[in-house]
Nanobody, 118 residues
Framework: QVQLVESGGAWVQPGKSLRLSCAAA????????MYWFRQAPGKERELVAILNQSGDGTTYADSVKGRFTISRDNSENTLYLQMNSLKPEDTAVYYC???????????WGKGTLVTVSS
Protein backbone atom coordinates (compact mmCIF):
# COMPACT_ATOMS: atom_id res chain seq x y z
CA GLN A 1 0.00 0.00 0.00
CA VAL A 2 1.39 3.36 -1.04
CA GLN A 3 1.85 5.80 1.81
CA LEU A 4 3.30 9.27 2.18
CA VAL A 5 3.13 10.38 5.80
CA GLU A 6 4.16 13.90 6.73
CA SER A 7 5.24 14.83 10.24
CA GLY A 8 6.94 17.64 12.11
CA GLY A 9 4.27 20.31 11.79
CA ALA A 10 3.86 22.52 14.85
CA TRP A 11 3.18 25.99 16.13
CA VAL A 12 6.31 28.16 16.14
CA GLN A 13 7.13 31.80 16.62
CA PRO A 14 8.33 33.96 13.72
CA GLY A 15 12.04 33.63 13.07
CA LYS A 16 12.25 30.09 14.38
CA SER A 17 13.03 26.89 12.49
CA LEU A 18 11.18 23.65 11.86
CA ARG A 19 11.97 20.48 9.96
CA LEU A 20 9.25 18.50 8.23
CA SER A 21 9.59 14.85 7.27
CA CYS A 22 7.72 12.72 4.77
CA ALA A 23 8.04 8.96 5.17
CA ALA A 24 7.37 6.97 2.01
CA ALA A 25 6.28 3.36 1.74
CA UNK A 26 4.81 1.02 -0.83
CA UNK A 27 6.69 2.30 -3.88
CA UNK A 28 10.28 2.69 -5.11
CA UNK A 29 11.18 6.00 -3.51
CA UNK A 30 14.44 6.46 -5.43
CA UNK A 31 12.56 6.34 -8.76
CA UNK A 32 10.42 9.35 -7.91
CA UNK A 33 10.90 13.08 -7.98
CA MET A 34 9.70 14.57 -4.72
CA TYR A 35 7.79 17.77 -3.98
CA TRP A 36 6.62 19.88 -1.09
CA PHE A 37 3.42 21.85 -1.54
CA ARG A 38 1.51 24.00 0.92
CA GLN A 39 -1.98 25.36 1.25
CA ALA A 40 -2.75 28.34 3.44
CA PRO A 41 -6.27 28.97 4.77
CA GLY A 42 -8.47 30.30 2.00
CA LYS A 43 -5.77 29.97 -0.65
CA GLU A 44 -4.91 27.55 -3.40
CA ARG A 45 -2.27 24.87 -2.95
CA GLU A 46 1.12 26.10 -4.10
CA LEU A 47 4.44 24.53 -4.93
CA VAL A 48 7.16 25.07 -2.33
CA ALA A 49 10.10 22.95 -3.50
CA ILE A 50 11.12 20.16 -5.86
CA LEU A 51 13.90 17.64 -5.53
CA ASN A 52 14.80 15.25 -8.31
CA GLN A 53 15.17 11.50 -7.84
CA SER A 54 18.93 11.58 -7.38
CA GLY A 55 18.85 14.49 -4.97
CA ASP A 56 21.08 16.82 -6.96
CA GLY A 57 18.50 19.07 -8.57
CA THR A 58 16.28 21.48 -6.64
CA THR A 59 13.79 24.21 -7.37
CA TYR A 60 12.23 26.58 -4.84
CA ALA A 61 9.36 29.03 -4.83
CA ASP A 62 10.65 32.60 -4.68
CA SER A 63 8.85 33.09 -1.36
CA VAL A 64 11.00 30.43 0.39
CA LYS A 65 14.27 30.68 -1.52
CA GLY A 66 17.20 31.07 0.87
CA ARG A 67 15.12 30.02 3.89
CA PHE A 68 13.91 26.49 3.07
CA THR A 69 15.97 23.45 2.06
CA ILE A 70 14.54 20.28 0.56
CA SER A 71 16.49 17.04 0.92
CA ARG A 72 15.99 13.31 0.77
CA ASP A 73 17.45 10.13 2.17
CA ASN A 74 16.88 7.39 -0.36
CA SER A 75 18.20 4.76 2.05
CA GLU A 76 15.50 5.74 4.56
CA ASN A 77 12.76 6.53 1.99
CA THR A 78 12.29 9.91 3.59
CA LEU A 79 11.91 13.45 2.29
CA TYR A 80 12.70 16.50 4.40
CA LEU A 81 11.98 20.20 4.39
CA GLN A 82 14.18 22.34 6.63
CA MET A 83 12.43 25.65 7.22
CA ASN A 84 14.38 28.54 8.72
CA SER A 85 13.47 32.14 9.48
CA LEU A 86 9.80 31.26 9.45
CA LYS A 87 7.26 33.99 8.79
CA PRO A 88 3.54 34.19 9.57
CA GLU A 89 2.85 33.87 5.85
CA ASP A 90 4.43 30.40 5.95
CA THR A 91 1.43 29.21 7.94
CA ALA A 92 -0.17 26.39 5.95
CA VAL A 93 -0.78 22.69 5.67
CA TYR A 94 2.33 21.20 4.05
CA TYR A 95 2.00 18.23 1.73
CA CYS A 96 4.56 15.97 0.14
CA UNK A 97 4.07 14.53 -3.32
CA UNK A 98 5.86 11.85 -5.31
CA UNK A 99 5.84 11.65 -9.10
CA UNK A 100 7.58 8.80 -10.87
CA UNK A 101 10.39 9.58 -13.29
CA UNK A 102 8.24 8.09 -16.05
CA UNK A 103 5.37 10.34 -15.01
CA UNK A 104 2.89 7.50 -14.69
CA UNK A 105 2.50 7.52 -10.91
CA UNK A 106 1.51 10.42 -8.66
CA UNK A 107 1.06 10.16 -4.89
CA TRP A 108 0.12 12.69 -2.21
CA GLY A 109 0.37 12.69 1.55
CA LYS A 110 -2.37 13.96 3.84
CA GLY A 111 -0.43 16.95 5.12
CA THR A 112 0.96 18.41 8.33
CA LEU A 113 0.00 21.79 9.77
CA VAL A 114 2.58 24.51 10.34
CA THR A 115 1.47 27.60 12.24
CA VAL A 116 3.80 30.59 12.56
CA SER A 117 2.54 33.12 15.04
CA SER A 118 3.63 35.13 18.01
Amino acid sequence: QVQLVESGGAWVQPGKSLRLSCAAAGFTFRDHHMYWFRQAPGKERELVAILNQSGDGTTYADSVKGRFTISRDNSENTLYLQMNSLKPEDTAVYYCRAISVLGDKDYWGKGTLVTVSS
